[in-house]
């Protein structure tokens, strides 16, 4: 990672200059996030204002090592069935609760029992969290659990107040994090102030944060330029040049950990019964019509990484034997005609409606149409294109997934019967076995064979298929000081200050 203009401004004026000026971070998100309750959450702008809004258990440093949050130290029985927590001492939630074990048991349990919880799948080993004292809490587990550490350092580690479950959550979230919740207006603003009471206090020097969300990139930079906001995340990459040609402003960039491609409903209702919902074969053909490096290099400035599977190439996971697969329209034709397709072959694909998602769909269509199949483009606002996911109102979408520290994060919830994030109800029961043994094993050569007879699988039926990997590139005011891009993509505040 690394931000190619130094703040200089900001570092010469020091703190003692910060405390003068008016401390509101603002904040341009390229969405609206969805619902702010960490279990029914879906989006990743949901997961930056969360980050500022709700501590977890444990936290992800840029290097991509677990450290602690509000669970100051584990262990991990010989056997993999019992993690050991120490909590921290003295932290409260937003309306005074205190934060202790049986706040850790009540918040698991929500996650594993809330009827439309997205965080099931991640936290099913737990089979039981008892509350051995105020500051110590153990987690018995059906079988060892790879990458539940990994899960509780995201929304299945985010703690709420337990008094709060009854109320409706999303409308005022109560967390414990840095900053609490103010007000939202939505598609306008989400407003947090200051947690005075905050356990790490010191680490905060605004005395609040503003996320706007903006879905168009040229229109977020113009707020930037101007000075209405002070920071941006996914700038597009083709505004790089004019974010580093500003004196006034500065460019950040880290490599991100996900991915961005096409997601097909297989046998969620009445719109997987199409060709590509029941056909592999045509799913490989529009895979095979794409030139992802093309994308890359027209809509991203060659910024971004083409991709083939579910980690990227610098993934120990990675498997050679799936390279990023070349474009051939011969392959594609040929695999349209042994499908018998008769007529027109038409896909309708949803999209959402940010202007590079949309730049990279038109190109799809465009390459597509060369392999004799037609795209009907659905732009919708991101949250809204979740919710049709979810209730299978969509043959395909362009959409994607912001990476997790473990490749379980990128892949089990998609493609498992009873994963969280399944939207296409893809259920294949070999796939079901193998993942759930890469989560029980704690070997990373084992992970990474049974990793790869699961590509084996996947590549074959494609009830998804991928197109690149992104990096994360923010636009920032030379005001800000101490702004630091990592790989999740989160914008943390902890020590971030601004000037004027």
């Not at 965080?119 to 659990?145: F, G, M, N, Q």
């Not at 060659?302 to 070349?326: K, R, T, W």
């Not at 949309?358 to 390459?367: E, F, G, H, L």
């Not at 990997?469 to 505040?493: K, T």
Request: with cysteine; proline share 5%; charged share 25%.
């Amino acid at each position: 990672m690394k931000i190619r203009k130094v703040l200089f401004l900001a570092a010469i004026m020091g703190s003692t200059a910060f405390a003068a000026q008016s401390q509101t971070l603002r904040i341009g998100l390229e969405s609206d996030p969805d619902a702010l309750d960490p279990d029914k959450s879906r989006t990743f702008v949901g997961r930056i204002v969360f980050t500022a809004l709700c501590d977890k258990l444990i936290d992800v440093t840029p290097d991509l090592e677990l450290v602690p949050q509000l669970a100051t130290e584990w262990t991990v029985s010989e056997d993999g069935k019992t993690i050991d927590m120490t909590l921290r001492e003295g932290v409260t939630f937003h309306d005074g609760t205190p934060f202790d074990a049986e706040a850790v048991k009540a918040n698991i349990e929500r996650s594993q029992t809330l009827e439309d919880s997205v965080r099931k799948s991640e936290v099913s080993s737990i089979e039981s969290v008892e509350a051995v004292d105020a500051t110590h809490v153990k987690l018995h587990l059906s079988a060892p659990d790879a990458p539940l550490l990994a899960q509780l350092a995201d929304r299945s580690g985010m703690m709420l107040s337990p008094a709060s479950f009854e109320g409706d959550v999303a409308a005022n979230p109560v967390c414990s994090g840095p900053f609490k919740f103010k007000s939202r207006v939505a598609q306008d603003k989400i407003e947090l102030e200051k947690y005075a009471e905050y356990w790490n206090a010191d680490a905060i020097q605004l005395d609040a944060v503003t996320y706007l969300p903006i879905p168009d990139s040229t229109v977020r930079l113009a707020n930037l330029q101007s000075g209405d906001l002070d920071l941006i995340n996914r700038l597009a990459a083709t505004d790089v040049q004019a974010v580093e040609g500003n004196a006034d402003l500065a460019f950040a960039r880290a490599d991100g950990l996900g991915y961005q491609g096409i997601t097909f409903n297989t046998a969620n209702g009445s719109k997987s019964e199409n060709p590509f919902g029941q056909d592999a074969r045509l799913r490989e053909a529009l895979s095979l019509a794409i030139d992802r490096e093309a994308i890359n290099q027209v809509v991203f400035a060659g910024l971004n990484a083409p991709a083939s599977q579910f980690v990227s190439a610098a993934s120990p996971y990675f498997d050679p034997a799936y390279p990023v697969p070349a474009r051939d329209l011969e392959k594609a034709k040929e695999l349209i005609a042994e499908a018998g397709v008769e007529g027109d072959l038409t896909l309708e694909l949803q999209a959402p409606n940010r202007p590079e998602n949309q730049r990279v769909v038109q190109m799809i269509q465009a390459m597509a149409a060369e392999a004799g199949i037609k795209i009907d483009i659905v732009a919708k606002e991101f949250a809204t294109m979740l919710a049709d996911q979810q209730a299978g109102d969509f043959q395909a979408s362009q959409v994607g997934w912001s990476g997790r520290i473990d490749p379980d994060g990128n892949i089990y919830g998609f493609v498992s019967t009873d994963g969280g994030f399944n939207d296409g109800k893809y259920s294949n029961p070999e796939i079901d076995r193998i993942l759930a043994e890469a989560r029980a094993v704690s070997d990373p050569a084992k992970r990474k064979e049974l990793y790869h007879q699961a590509n084996e699988i996947l590549m074959a039926e494609l009830p998804l298929f991928y197109i690149y990997n992104e990096a994360w590139l923010y636009g920032v005011s030379s005001g800000i000081e101490g702004f630091s891009p990592s790989p999740d993509g989160m914008i943390r505040l902890e020590g971030v200050a601004k000037s004027e």
